[in-house]
Structure formats: structure tokens, C-alpha cells
């Protein structure tokens, strides 16, 4: 029911940016925690970041902690990932995902989500 749709992924080089966008639609319910995550090829999903309803609580995976931010702009239902000093293995397909109510205690746990976007790729070249 609630649809999310990626977009601002692309190619660029290591140490460069890149901000990824999620547009968000049709929920049931007002408040949602949202996150993303990324899969790179042969390996598995794993957490990103991930922000609370209201903006005031973000959760980063160690790797990217300092590199990259994430942000909601509730006005117009849109979450954002500003990634900056790209590495070559931050390449992977990443996703939007929520869930109604709070983050609880999985923000970078994928079972803790309950709606996914099909995902935008990133490709960092060394």
C-alpha cells in the first residue's frame, strides 16, 4: 500500500557525492521510521541509516558514520541520503524502506521494515 520510489543514483569516482532521494506515498498512517540500505553483488542487505518519525533520532552503520547523512522533509514526504568521500565499497543497489510507528529497536535491521523500494544503483569507481 505505501509506495517508495529511489532516485539520484549513478556513477561517480572515489571521493566524490552523490544524494539519493525516496519519495514516499500512500501510507496508512502518519508516523513512520525510515531507513536505507544497500546490497552490494553476492553479498547480503545490510543497514545504512535510518531516521525517526520526527527527524530528532538518526541511526549510521559504523562504515559510513561521518561520511554520509541522512535527512526527511516531512512537508513533502521525501527521504534523502547526502553521501560524501565516496569509497569504491560503498558500491551497491540501494533502498528506501518504513515502517509504521517508531524505529524501535532494529533502525539497520531489514526485518524490522516493512515496505522497500526497487532501489537505485551507486557505482564508486577507484
Known amino acids: 500500500q505505501v509506495q517508495l520510489v529511489e532516485s539520484g543514483g549513478g556513477s561517480v569516482q572515489a571521493g566524490g557525492s552523490l544524494r539519493l532521494s525516496c519519495a514516499a506515498s500512500g501510507y496508512d498512517y502518519n508516523a513512520r521510521c525510515m531507513g536505507w540500505f544497500r546490497q552490494a553483488a553476492g553479498k547480503e542487505r545490510e543497514g545504512v541509516a535510518a531516521?525517526?518519525?520526527?527527524?530528532?533520532?538518526?541511526w549510521y552503520a559504523g562504515s559510513v558514520k561521518g561520511r554520509f547523512t541522512i535527512s526527511r522533509d516531512n512537508a513533502k514526504d521525501t527521504l534523502y541520503l547526502q553521501m560524501n568521500s565516496l569509497k569504491p565499497e560503498d558500491t551497491a543497489m540501494y533502498y528506501c524502506?518504513?515502517?509504521?510507528?517508531?524505529?524501535?529497536?532494529?533502525?539497520?535491521?531489514?526485518?524490522?521494515?516493512?515496505?522497500w523500494g526497487q532501489g537505485t544503483q551507486v557505482t564508486v569507481s577507484s
Open positions: 531516521i525517526s518519525t520526527g527527524g530528532g533520532g538518526t
Open positions: 524502506a518504513a515502517v509504521t510507528g517508531g524505529c524501535g529497536l532494529g533502525p539497520l535491521t531489514v526485518s524490522w521494515y516493512r515496505y
